[in-house]
């Protein structure tokens, strides 16, 4: 029974984006749109060229913005607020999700690699408010991005959390490698499998029903 697996979990780990809305929500379409943007005024490129350089960021560094850093030392705020900047009238409140969350016994916290403020609209566009104990942006990780593991470790020892007794769900396989070496059990939200991998422990394309099935 797959609640026995997770009976010793007392710190639930959620990631934002894709995995607590479904990813139809399409909100990516907007911020790539912005941050391509952001990429030409800063760098001064063409649109072709900004959207190769964000796509060869992510892939590179983890974010796009890790790569503006890294290699142009973009500052880190103006570009968050800019790409956040997008409309969430579209997601709908889900109270299946919220009660299944609420009742998980622990501490409940989000982590994203997008801000803390724009994880705080996003929960409160899902009916989500209440729900989790804190939101963690890359700003609490000294803007270093998932999936580096020195990104989770600096989150996780804000918060506390013991990850002998913590659980990750991710909707990008990547990032859930590194709480599988940090001995988390792993759970990978998205509507298709991914290629069987050590690191991925669970799949769900559903999340309320997943989170619902360990607490019977």
Known sequence: MIAKQFAHVRHWVFDLDNTL??????????????MTAFVMDAL???????????????????????????EHN???????????EISLEHLEQDAPLAAAIR??????????????PYGERVIAARGLNGVFDAVYGVEHADFHPKPERRAFEAVFETDGINTKTAAMFEDDTRNLAAPHEMGMQCVHVA???AKPAPHIHHHTDDLAVFLQALLL
């Open 191 to 193: 509507p298709e499998a």
């Open 21 to 34: 809305y479904h990813p139809g929500a399409r909100l990516f379409d907007q911020i790539e749109v912005r």
């Open 74 to 84: 973009v500052d880190p705020a103006p570009y968050l607020t800019h790409v956040h």
């Open 103 to 116: 009742a998980l016994p622990g501490r409940k916290i989000v982590y994203t690699n997008g801000s803390a």
């Open 44 to 70: 001064g490129v063409d649109k072709a060229e900004a959207d190769h350089l964000r796509k060869h960021y992510w892939h590179t560094y983890g974010t796009t913005l890790a790569g503006l850093m890294r």
